[in-house]
Every structure is written in C-alpha cells, then in structure tokens.
C-alpha cells in the first residue's frame, strides 16, 4: 500500500483566476513544486482531484481540459516529479454527480486503480469542499490553505509557501 498526497487544483497548483483552461492563463502557486517534492521523498504517491465545471458549463470543452493537462504534467516531469494520475469532474452542482468535490466519486475511482493508504495519507486544497472530501473519504490528514475560515482541517496555513516551510522545517514531528 502507498500513501498519497491528494491535490486539488486550481488554487494550489496554479493560482485559481476561475476557469484557467489555457496555458498562458496557468500560473504555477509559488512553493509547489518544493512542497510536493518533499512529499516525494516521503514515499507519497501524488494524485491531482480537481471540480472542473467550466466544462460542464461550457466555459472550454474536455479537450482543452485535456491539453492542458498534457503540458502541465509534461512542466511536472522536467522538474522531475511524477503525477500518478489527474482525475476532474466536469459536472455542474445541479447534476448532483457522485463526483463533484466533497462527493467522493473521484477518490473511489483512484482506489480501483491504486492500492492506498488513506490513513496515511494528506489532502491539500483551499475550499471547503476539499476538506469536506478528506473526512467524507476518510483521507487521514488535510491542510487548508488561504486567508479565510475553513473548517476542519489538520492544519491552514494562509499561503503555501508557509505550508511548505512550516512541513519542510517540521518534518520530524510530522507523521509523514
Ligand atoms: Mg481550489
Ligand atoms: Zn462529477
């Protein structure tokens, strides 16, 4: 069994501006590529869960979704880290999908296909509703990240610059 790190999207890895479908609109969170590393070096599997209405809604079509995937997983690879998969809703809230972030749709789909460890396992994300999915899916350990309330989570750091020093400095205290 692996552990994973579960990462939500828009908002962690690239600076959410709502429905980023293009490249020249995908700004890279400062701190992301240090933080998942670290993760990596703990033996973590690293997945991306992301809500991806703007398809739902018309906004880009699944294959802008998908070619942006392509060339961000491609951006991953030169800087040597390894996506094990991306998996996104592309329902709008009132499909009332099994899939749509905190529906655990997506993480069952990636326990078909992967053998992990939830109770080892983190969840980042900057909304509720990715927190909410961490509990709902019994993911063990979930960080907030942002300036405004969100309940539940292990740990909330306002930036994830701060998440990444604050994990990078306290890594032997931390059940990684
Ligand atoms: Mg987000
Ligand atoms: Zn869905």
Redesign the pocket.
């Given at each position: 069994m692996s552990k994973a790190l579960f990462l939500?999207r828009?908002?962690?890895v690239n600076i959410?501006y709502g429905y980023v479908y293009k490249q020249e609109d995908f700004q890279f969170v400062e701190g992301i590529f240090e933080l998942i590393m670290l993760f990596i070096q703990h033996d973590y599997h690293i997945f991306i869960l992301t809500n991806q209405s703007g398809i739902g809604r018309g906004y880009y079509t699944l294959t802008d979704f998908n070619n942006l995937t392509t060339w961000m997983l491609k951006i991953f690879k030169e800087k040597k880290i390894h996506i094990e998969e991306v998996f996104y809703c592309p329902h709008l809230p009132r499909d009332y999908c099994d899939c749509r972030k905190p529906n655990t749709g997506m993480i069952k789909k990636c326990l078909n296909k992967h053998t992990i460890d939830l109770a080892h396992s983190w969840l980042i994300?900057?909304?509720q509703s990715?927190i909410d999915l961490a509990h709902n899916a019994h993911i063990a350990s979930s960080i907030a990240i942002g300036d405004y309330e969100i309940k539940g989570a292990t740990l909330h750091f306002d930036t994830l610059l701060s998440c990444k020093e604050y994990l990078e400095e306290n890594q032997a205290i931390i059940s990684f």
């Open positions: 939500d828009d908002g962690i959410d994300g900057d909304k990715d």
